[in-house]
Nanobody, 125 residues
Framework: QVQLVESGGGLVQAGGSLRLSCAAS????????MGWFRQAPGKEREFVAA????????RYADSVKGRFTISRDNAKNTVYLQMNSLKPEDTAVYYC??????????????????WGQGTQVTVSS
C-alpha cells in the first residue's frame, strides 16, 4: 500500500510555470512507476506523463511534450511535474498515480494502482 499526496498547484498566468510535487509513503516507492494525469471540468481524466522506477525512462502526452518534465527523487519518495509555458487549456485537477507492476509506461489510468487526491492548477489568459 502507498499513499500519495500532491502539492504545488495554484493560479498562474498563461506562459508561466508551476512545479507539482507528489509525496509518497511506504518503502516500496522506488520500485513503482509513477504517472501524472489531469481532469478538466466536464472532461475525462487524461494522461500527462509517466516515469520509470529509476527515472531513466519517461513518456509524455503530445499536448505537453516539450513544456512539461516529469522527474523523481527516490531518496525523498517524491515525483515532480515541472510545467512551463502554461496555457489556459492546462487548467485541471492534477493527480499523481503509482503503478506497481513491472513493464512499460502506461497512459491508461486503469493500469495504475494508487492515486492521490489531486491538486488544482488554474491558468488564466
Amino acid at each position: 500500500q502507498v499513499q500519495l499526496v500532491e502539492s504545488g498547484g495554484g493560479l498562474v498566468q498563461a506562459g508561466g510555470s508551476l512545479r507539482l510535487s507528489c509525496a509518497a509513503s511506504g518503502r516500496t516507492f522506488s520500485s513503482y512507476k509513477m504517472g501524472w494525469f489531469r481532469q478538466a471540468p466536464g472532461k475525462e481524466r487524461e494522461f500527462v506523463a509517466a516515469i520509470t522506477w529509476s527515472g531513466g525512462g519517461t513518456r509524455y502526452a503530445d499536448s505537453v511534450k516539450g513544456r512539461f518534465t516529469i522527474s523523481r527523487d527516490n531518496a525523498k519518495n517524491t515525483v515532480y511535474l515541472q510545467m512551463n509555458s502554461l496555457k489556459p487549456e492546462d487548467t485541471a485537477v492534477y493527480y499523481c498515480a503509482a503503478d506497481k507492476v513491472l513493464g512499460p509506461l502506461f497512459a491508461t489510468e486503469t493500469r495504475y494502482d494508487y492515486w492521490g487526491q489531486g491538486t488544482q492548477v488554474t491558468v488564466s489568459s
